[in-house]
Nanobody
Framework: QVQLVESGGGSVQAGGSLRLSCSVSANFASRYCMGWFRQAPGRGREAVAAIDSDDWKSYEDSVQGRFTISQDNAKHTVYLQMNSLKPEDTATYYC??????????????????????WGQGTQVTVSS
C-alpha cells in the first residue's frame, strides 16, 4: 500500500506563489508516474501536471509556464511550484501515484484513471 500526503496549500492573493509537496511512503522500483490533479467546487477532477520515472513532465494547458512539477527521489517527494496564481486556480489539489506502469504503456499521464493511489488533498485558495 502506498500512502501519499500533500502539504503546502494555503491562501494567497492573485499573482502569488505556493509550493505543494507530496510525500510518498514507498520507493518505487519500477517505471512509475506521479501526478497533480485539482478539483474545484461543482467541477470534476482535472489534471494539472505529471512526471514519470524518466523525469518526463507534462502540463495541462492552463498552467503551462506558471506551474512546475519536480521530484526528489532521495526524499520520496514530488513538488508542484505554482507561480502567477489566478483565482481560477482555487481548488483542492491532489497528488496521485502509479508505482508500476506497464512497459507497454505509451499514453499520457494527465488522466485520473492512470493512477492507483491518491492523497487526501490540500486546499489552495487564490483571492483577487
Amino acid at each position: 500500500q502506498v500512502q501519499l500526503v500533500e502539504s503546502g496549500g494555503g491562501s494567497v492573493q492573485a499573482g502569488g506563489s505556493l509550493r505543494l509537496s507530496c510525500s510518498v511512503s514507498a520507493n518505487f522500483a519500477s517505471r512509475y508516474c506521479m501526478g497533480w490533479f485539482r478539483q474545484a467546487p461543482g467541477r470534476g477532477r482535472e489534471a494539472v501536471a505529471a512526471i514519470d520515472s524518466d523525469d518526463w513532465k507534462s502540463y495541462e494547458d492552463s498552467v503551462q509556464g506558471r506551474f512546475t512539477i519536480s521530484q526528489d527521489n532521495a526524499k520520496h517527494t514530488v513538488y508542484l511550484q505554482m507561480n502567477s496564481l489566478k483565482p481560477e486556480d482555487t481548488a483542492t489539489y491532489y497528488c496521485a501515484a502509479e508505482p508500476d506502469l506497464p512497459a507497454w504503456y505509451s499514453g499520457g499521464y494527465l488522466t485520473p484513471g492512470v493512477y492507483k493511489y491518491w492523497g487526501q488533498g490540500t486546499q489552495v485558495t487564490v483571492s483577487s
